[in-house]
């Protein structure tokens, strides 16, 4: 049976599956580089997920036993590809499978950060709601209201669609380039090839575009100028494409209204400033954390190992 580590503790059903079909070692931490070392000598595959960085000093082993890197997860910033690719390592994601909770939690944020839902919570719980009046916590309202998408793949097509059928929402997205899908085009989707022209006209603007150093601080203090001062900022994408500091001035100075945020630029630390604002939702990178999707996000990583194993095509092969 091939060797396979997993550097960190799955569903139960899908460590089952893989108990079956391998010689399974679990983790419960990330590799030190000296590890990675033994652990390339060691194991068949390896399965990492977005908390493990395997930069390319941890791929220099010459010739490896492990040839398959096979990531818990759709994003794959976290691993030096070319230092993969170097080392004869194939490595492989989880696309498709998390895109509708993804797109939910991106939903949640938005509308957490419209009704002020946390500030809410937070003054019910702390004893502070001393009824109703007419003016308590008033809110934005989201139905009818303008998305702006930056990056109009999976999981930011997904987000608008929601947005669009249930909530009757206005759709402008920024992308590379046009997106051909009959999806885009039945809700009248309209492309901004200017991201600022996106930031001027958008009530939300969801970021959805991948991590990693083209898009790094994507959306910096120039950005955040263009966003109207009653504008919402989401993030479910990567840390590293919002200028953190940068976003914690706009918010200091009213230049947009608040933040929804799932993921940081030093995950799992985040600023204390943003902590401190009642206008910013921050959520512990929750996005494809349903039972469903992490179970299924597990058994496309042991369809990855099996094709791999079997020889055959790599049905989520990066490189
Ligand atoms: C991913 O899959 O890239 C997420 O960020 C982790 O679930």
């Not at 590890?35 to 390319?56: F, G, Q």
């Not at 989707?189 to 991201?195: F, I, K, L």
């Not at 990567?238 to 009213?254: F, I, K, P, Y």
């Not at 604002?277 to 990178?285: D, G, I, S, T």
């Amino acid at each position: 049976m091939p060797k396979v580590l997993i550097t960190r503790r799955w569903p139960s059903a899908v460590e089952a599956e893989l108990q079956r079909r391998y010689e399974l070692t679990v983790r419960d931490s990330s590799l030190s580089a000296a590890e990675w070392h033994s652990a390339l000598n060691e194991y068949d595959a390896i399965c990492p997920c977005v908390i493990d960085k395997i930069t390319a000093d941890m791929l220099t082993v010459l010739n490896p036993r492990t040839k398959i890197i096979a990531n818990f997860g759709v994003g794959y910033n976290h691993i030096d590809l070319v230092a993969a690719a170097a080392r004869g390592i194939s490595v492989t994601n989880t696309p498709d499978v998390l895109t509708h909770a993804t797109a939910d939690l991106a939903m949640t944020l938005m509308f957490m950060l419209a009704r002020r839902a946390g500030e809410g919570e937070r003054q019910l719980r702390s004893h502070q709601w001393h009824g109703w009046y007419p003016t308590h916590l008033m809110g934005t309202q989201v139905t009818g209201a303008t998305l702006g998408i930056i990056g109009m793949g999976r999981i930011g097509m997904a987000m608008a669609q929601k947005a669009h059928d249930g909530f009757g929402m206005k759709i402008l997205y920024h992308n590379r380039k046009p997106v051909n899908e009959s999806m885009v085009y039945a809700m009248k989707a309209e492309y901004c090839s200017d991201m600022d022209n996106l930031l001027q006209r958008s009530d939300f603007v969801a970021v959805h575009c991948p991590g990693g150093k083209n898009n790094r601080h994507m959306i910096n203090a120039a950005a955040l100028a263009q966003m109207q001062p009653h504008a919402f900022l989401i993030n479910t994408a990567r840390g590293d494409v919002v200028d953190e500091s940068a976003l914690v001035t706009a918010l200091q100075q009213g230049q947009i209204a608040g933040a929804g945020l799932d993921v940081y630029e030093n995950e799992p630390e985040v600023s204390q400033a943003l902590l401190a604002m009642q206008n910013v939702v921050l959520l512990p990178h929750l996005g494809s954390a349903t039972t469903a999707t992490r179970e299924a996000m597990g058994m496309r990583v042991v369809s990855n190992l099996d094709a791999f194993f079997s020889g055959q095509q790599l049905p989520d092969r990066v490189v």
